[in-house]
């Protein structure tokens, strides 16, 4: 306890019985010994966890069964799967009519009746995903750059926001990330920030008495769906094709578009099993501007303001009003935020009169699973994101809506809590930390008591992306740095899967090296990309 | 009435949960897991106990949100917290004291000091001695670190009545436990020093 607080305490015991005070020594020895007799309560986080799961469950069970009428979205549900395949169906009729294409058969009726796939996890046996250390996650992250001064610097590519920051987001591709980076570079580059960022828990003492956990895999792709809508093309004869001359085609995708102001492009993925919804953008064209041409007062009078950003729950109401005309079930959803992220360099932006403001406002609905919600590599809720055009005010997408299908199969956790805490001391996996020279520039950030989660992650083996969600800590940014403006995000996310973790902090970064003289030209920095060899420190 | 933010929030939580969005009452368990996880261990100090203890009050929670109608929601969880220790002890140990298991406890199960056992044992003693309710705030104030508001309104006591029972209480453990012990120790030896 604080010697303030300690001191508050007293005084107001003082105001009540002004006796205690002559024992004011004793008193405050005997509180100081009383705290120190504070048992360790060994919060499990894990009980915790399954206890909310257990107790929601419960409830939602019980819940469910009293409804009368349930609606579960799912795109492979049955009345979905008609309506796609009956969109389509119109869509070659369309054409049909028109005379483009000429239609062989006649009858272009399929047999639609697959099983309604609602909700379902499927439990396989221990281990049956196979090694999880061959996910993409945290070799996605890292990014390597040797500096003039030789020192490392790593960033962590936050996959979201995509509107928030109103900055350009890093490619996977390193070279990609390197040249948007050293643009305009002369010599050696001067991409460094000249501080460091260092992380330090300051928590409680967490006990994780889980050994084993279970990790997601969604499913995705339906062959027989793909197929079918394949086979109902290929009844039909294209002046220019012959599509009955291939074979065993499947459908990868489907588009359709509103054909109306402000229309949308409702994007069908197979592949995936995902719909993404985007603008039909030749329907959301604002004429006024695009004929501003050099008249840069005209192109200023369309920048968004921050008087123009709807509040909160007004942008909320606008994108649920959006889910339920379009009967977008938030069965697995939490509740709904809006991504604020672009709000921290407003805040500490100089310049505000000339801040970018983005010129969208996203809504994110989080995945849940069994009560939890489910981040990606930056600690942000993964889910569903919809946009809403503020010159426009109207929704203009979503991303990622999928079928709530899942394997699950136990892998071995972490129990030891100090090597959790430390994997989330180095940034957990979402590094971004960069070595300054110049050591007095360093900058704390300090974690808080991890919350049970899902980390999103993928695995990139067998020749195909899988989307796994393994058990994870989610340590809370409780103290920002000072001075510098953190692009991290606002947790730290450590996945407890062992298979997982196990190399997390001696895994080789790719280092980009500057040369002593510039190639290209001038303005081009030029770098080449070098394992580190052996262990890094990855925090200075 | 004043109503704090944590009030508010929580009685919109209450309310969205009452209409049965589960979702409200699971951040309702976040705010309060941690702390009533603490109360009822140091009521308990057993961790199985505890946490049948724990599942049983949540449980209770969500079954009965309906029946919560106004004021704090976080005495009502305590509430349900303290009678679900009650029940425990009821139905399993009926000739101990029903309402904390301190009479039972053993020094191991607090975490004093590896050299100091003898000083925690004492303290221990002496704390044992005072009526439960006296011992409960003495560990709502000093272990939970709750207000003298918040220990009031989960007693459902005035402020003024918790801070006389805590003045008397730390007067009676005064009386009890050796001044040497008190003040020989060095960590407290040092605070004194910063503090006067």
């Excluded at chain 1, 994780?208 to 197929?227: A, F, I, M, Q």
Aim: aromatic share 10%; glycine share 6%; proline share 3%.
């Amino acid at each position: 306890m604080q010697e303030v607080e300690l001191k508050n305490i007293l005084a107001q015991l003082y105001a009540l019985d002004p006796s205690l005070k002559e024992y004011e020594n004793e008193l405050i020895n005997l509180i100081v010994k009383i705290e120190n007799l504070k048992p360790d309560t060994k919060f499990d986080i894990n009980f915790a966890s399954s206890l909310k799961a257990k107790i929601l469950e419960k409830k939602t069970i019980s819940s469910l069964n009293d409804k009368k009428e349930t609606f579960n979205f799912n795109f492979m549900n049955k009345k979905i799967y008609i309506a796609a395949g009956s969109l389509a169906f119109f869509a070659i009729l369309l054409f049909v009519i028109s005379g483009t294409y000429k239609n062989n058969s006649g009858v272009l009726v399929t047999n639609l009746n697959h099983k309604s796939a609602g909700n379902t996890i499927t439990k396989l046996s221990a281990g049956a995903f196979g090694t999880l250390a061959a996910t993409g996650g945290q070799t996605q992250v890292a990014r390597g750059a040797d500096s003039a001064s030789g020192k490392v610097m790593s960033l962590g590519v936050a996959t979201t926001p995509e509107m928030g920051m109103g900055a350009a987001s890093l490619s996977s591709a390193p070279n990609v990330a390197v040249s948007n980076l050293v643009a305009g570079a002369a010599g050696k580059m001067m991409i460094m920030p000249q501080y460091s960022f260092k992380y330090v828990y300051k928590g409680e003492p967490v006990e994780l008495s889980e050994t084993n956990g279970d990790v997601y895999r969604r499913l995705k792709g339906n062959r027989d769906l793909s197929k079918e809508l394949a086979g109902l093309i290929g009844q039909t004869n294209f002046s220019d094709l012959d599509i009955k001359s291939f074979s065993n085609l499947n459908m990868t995708n489907l588009s359709l578009i509103e054909d109306k102001d402000k229309g949308l492009m409702i994007n069908f993925d197979f592949n995936e099993d995902s719909i993404n919804i985007s603008e039909n953008w030749q329907k959301w064209q604002i004429a006024e501007r695009d004929a501003c041409g050099d008249n840069q007062q005209c192109w200023d009078s369309f920048r968004i303001k921050i008087s123009d950003i709807p509040s909160d729950s007004d942008a909320i109401v606008q994108t649920n009003n959006f889910m339920a005309a379009h009967k977008i079930s938030l069965e697995n959803y939490g509740a709904p935020e809006v991504d604020n992220a672009w709000r921290d360099g407003y805040e500490t932006s100089t310049d505000k009169a000339n801040y970018y403001i983005p010129e969208y406002v996203t809504v994110i609905y989080p995945l849940q699973l069994n009560g939890e919600s489910v981040r990606d590599q930056s600690g942000n809720y993964a889910g569903l994101r919809v946009t809403i055009d503020i010159l426009k005010n109207a929704v203009s997408g979503l991303n990622s809506l999928t079928p709530y299908r899942y394997e699950s199969s136990s892998y071995e956790l972490e129990t030891n809590f100090d090597n959790i805490k430390k994997i989330a001391e180095n940034g957990g996996l979402n590094r971004i930390y960069y070595s300054s020279p110049e050591s007095d520039k360093t900058e704390t950030i300090e974690l808080g008591t991890p919350t049970r989660g899902y980390i999103q992650t993928w695995n990139y083996s067998n020749g195909r992306s899988e989307e796994l969600l393994v058990p994870a800590l989610i340590f809370p940014i409780t103290k920002m740095p000072s001075s510098q403006f953190y692009y991290g995000g606002k947790n730290v996310i450590v996945p407890l899967a062992k298979d997982l973790i196990k190399d997390i902090n001696n895994q080789p970064m790719p280092l980009f090296r500057t040369l002593d003289a510039p190639v290209g030209g001038s303005g081009s920095g030029v770098m080449e990309i070098a394992p580190v060899s052996g262990k890094a420190p990855l925090v200075k | 009435m004043a109503i704090n933010i944590q009030e508010k929030d929580d009685f919109d939580l209450v309310l969205e949960a009452q209409a049965g969005n589960s979702e409200s009452f699971g951040k309702l368990y976040d705010i309060y897991i941690k702390k009533i996880y603490d109360f009822v261990y140091f009521k308990t100090l057993n961790k199985d106990v505890a946490e049948d203890i724990i599942s049983l009050t949540f449980l209770k929670a969500w079954n009965k949100i309906n029946q919560f109608k106004n004021g704090s929601f976080a005495a009502w969880l305590y509430m349900i917290a303290r009678n679900s220790i009650i029940d425990h002890y009821r139905q399993n140990k009926t000739t101990i004291n029903i309402e904390d298991c301190w009479d039972i406890a053993d020094k191991n199960d607090f975490l004093g000091q590896v050299d100091e056992n003898l000083n925690v044992e004492i303290i221990r003693e002496a704390m044992k001695n005072l009526k439960t309710q006296d011992r409960e705030i003495i560990i709502m104030r000093f272990w939970l670190d709750l207000s003298f508001k918040e220990i009031a309104e989960r007693l459902d006591k005035s402020e003024g009545a918790i801070k006389m029972t805590l003045g008397r209480s730390l007067k009676i453990l005064k009386t009890q436990v050796p001044l040497a012990i008190i003040i020989l120790w060095p960590g407290i030896i040092n605070l004194c020093k910063k503090l006067n």
